[in-house]
Nanobody, 126 residues
Framework: QVQLVESGGGLVQPGGSLGLSCTAS????????IAWFRQAPGKEREGVSC???????SYYDAAKGRFTIARDNAKNTVYLQMNRLKPEDTADYYC????????????????????WGQGTQVTVSS
């Protein structure tokens, strides 16, 4: 059974850090592009960051300079390290996967991804 499971969410104070993990089961991530999306209450889902199978990375504006995405294919896991968190980062965070082979691009739209995790909640508040 193909599955993505996110973990690492929680409550953190503004300016703090949090690390999220996305672990795949039922398939190997080697040829998959993995993206992180988030959805805040009452808002549309938005892209956060993406990493291709060739380790090409991209960050959306809200994440640039603060978040870092990385993958460990041996652990079938992708990570999102979030630093200098702000209250506006509060959202449910989802990882998503699409098989891209060695294509280094990162699809920007949620509908382009085939597999999704159940999400992990991140709350930034004092």
């Amino acid at each position: 059974q193909v599955q993505l499971v996110e973990s690492g969410g929680g409550l953190v104070q503004p300016g703090g850090s949090l690390g999220l993990s996305c672990t795949a089961s039922g398939f190997t991530l080697d040829y998959y592009t993995i993206a992180w999306f988030r959805q805040a209450p009452g808002k549309e889902r938005e892209g956060v960051s993406c990493i291709s199978s060739s380790d090409g990375v991209s960050y959306y504006d809200a994440a640039k300079g603060r978040f870092t995405i990385a993958r460990d294919n041996a652990k079938n896991t992708v990570y999102l390290q979030m630093n200098r968190l702000k209250p506006e980062d509060t959202a449910d965070y989802y990882c998503a996967a699409v098989e891209m082979g060695r294509d280094d691009s990162c699809p920007k739209e949620a509908f382009e991804y085939d597999y999704w995790g159940q999400g992990t909640q991140v709350t930034v508040s004092s």
